[in-house]
């Protein structure tokens, strides 16, 4: 069955250093998401992205935070200058069409800013 | 802004018995309503997704209602197994034009099956 892959699964850095979380959505699927989830919270949504560009962003996802489809297979969220409170299960996320279809979440990416 | 809320929090049962997770969203305007389950450090499975004209998805033993009109919707699990042990996730997905709107999630339900 298709699934959602996200590399790295987890990742210890220095805080004000630049992370990136990569992502390979479902091959045929448009619409692609990050989400991310701290510890003991709920899953809260970052952005979405769909036709090259950002669909829409959460308050959340301020300057600090960018998005990139670099290529035909690959989605990435990358964090500028991380801070302590950006400790956080990342989720990438994505499906075949906008709001009617079931949205597929990877397994995750554990960020540790220290 | 959409507000999900899941009760109960928690919830013990012995295996067999049948259960009933409630999930309650403030705006009604929603394309559809998804259920996922989550096991510790682990991503997010979906379960069931029931669009905004729906009443009712079932997968198995596990069936989800939905009345947009009293924003809630239920997850029925019939004959608990321990390994529907899991924190059970509702999301909505709520309408504003966009059309890669995302979900506004619960806070989940931690369930403990007991052998």
């Known amino acids: 069955e298709p699934e959602v892959t996200q590399t790295p699964s987890h990742q210890v850095t220095q805080m004000g250093q630049e992370v990136i979380l990569r992502c390979v959505p479902i091959s045929n699927h448009l619409y692609f998401y990050w989400y991310r989830q701290i510890l003991g919270q709920k899953v809260e949504f970052l952005v979405s992205f769909y036709n090259n560009e950002i669909s829409e962003k959460s308050e959340i996802f301020d300057d600090q935070f960018s998005v990139e489809r670099p290529d035909g297979s690959n989605f990435t969220l990358k964090i500028r200058s991380t801070k302590l409170e950006d400790s956080a299960m990342y989720f990438c996320a994505s499906s075949g069409a906008g709001g009617g279809n079931t949205i597929y979440f990877g397994e995750g990416s554990w960020l540790t800013v220290v | 802004k959409q507000e999900v809320t899941q009760i109960p929090a928690a919830l013990s049962v012995p295996e067999g018995e049948n259960l009933v997770l409630n999930c309650s969203f403030t705006d009604s305007a929603i394309y559809n309503l998804q259920w996922f389950r989550q096991d510790p450090g682990k991503g997010l499975t979906s379960l069931l997704l029931?669009?905004?004209?729906?009443r009712e998805q079932t997968s198995g033993r596990l069936n989800a209602s939905l009345d947009k009109s009293s924003g809630r919707s239920t997850l029925y699990i019939a004959a608990s197994q321990p390994g529907d042990s899991a924190t059970y996730l509702c999301?909505?997905?709520?309408?504003?034009?966009?059309?890669?709107?995302?979900?506004?999630f619960g806070k989940g339900t931690h369930l403990i099956i007991q052998p």
């Open positions: 029931i669009q905004s004209s729906q």
């Open positions: 999301a909505a997905n709520t309408y504003s034009g966009g059309g890669a709107d995302g979900l506004t």
